[in-house]
Structures are given as structure tokens and as C-alpha cells.
Nanobody, 125 residues
Framework: VQLQASGGGLVQPGGSLRLSCVAS????????SGWFRQAPGKEREFVVG????????RYADDVKGRFTISRDRAKNTVYLQMNNLKPEDTAIYSC???????????????????WGQGTLVTVSS
């Protein structure tokens, strides 16, 4: 599986962006999908993970209610809709895919098998 993330950019606080993660190869939504982000000078952190088969989703506490993960099976694409963006959301966002993952491990980046390159999101006025 090769992943390609896009959709980042500059947005004002309170604005929205939708990130896309297109996969070439096996059907992405048969895997577990995740989004992670890394801000300058900080560790990579978990944003959201979803086990498509089980329909179970886990969000980081600071994005709950603002971010939504979804998919388009026909396009083999996973999306991250980000609303009410805050300056602290500024980071490079990366998508990932894994297999046979359990809910409690969705936030563990080392368990994801495939990674896309990051896309930069900057939230600033």
C-alpha cells in the first residue's frame, strides 16, 4: 500500500480544511486507518484512528467534536475533515494504514504498517 496525503494549507483560526489520503494498492478501508500530526519541535501525536471493519473510531481528546474521519471506498481515499481549527492544530499531518489492529492500540504509530508523506496545516491569522 502506498499512501499520498494532501489538502494542507494556511487557514485562519475557526476555519476548516479537509485532508485526503489516497491509497494505491489494496482497498484502504479494509485496513485500519489513522492520522497523526507533528508540530515543530514536538513529538508525533495521535489524532484519530478507525477500524473500518468494526466501525470503531478513536479520537484524541483535543480534536473530539471538531475533526471527523471518513472514507470513499470507490476512490480508495480516507478523509480528515477538520473544523474550528485552532493555532495549536498547526502541524504536519500524516496518514497511516495498518492491519489487524485493536482499538486500544490505534494511537500507537509503530503498529501502523504504511505511511504517507505529511501535509502541512498552518492555522494562523
Amino acid at each position: 500500500v502506498q499512501l499520498q496525503a494532501s489538502g494542507g494549507g494556511l487557514v485562519q483560526p475557526g476555519g476548516s480544511l479537509r485532508l485526503s489520503c489516497v491509497a494505491s494498492g489494496p482497498i484502504l478501508s479494509d485496513y485500519t486507518s489513522g492520522w497523526f500530526r507533528q508540530a515543530p519541535g514536538k513529538e508525533r501525536e495521535f489524532v484519530v484512528g478507525i477500524r473500518w471493519g468494526a466501525g470503531s473510531t478513536r479520537y484524541a481528546d483535543d480534536v473530539k467534536g471538531r475533526f471527523t474521519i471518513s472514507r470513499d471506498r470507490a476512490k480508495n481515499t480516507v478523509y480528515l475533515q477538520m473544523n474550528n481549527l485552532k493555532p495549536e492544530d498547526t502541524a504536519i499531518y500524516s496518514c497511516a494504514a495498518g492491519q489487524r489492529m485493536i482499538y486500544s492500540n490505534l494511537d500507537v504509530p509503530s503498529l501502523y504498517n504504511y505511511w504517507g508523506q505529511g501535509t502541512l496545516v498552518t492555522v494562523s491569522s
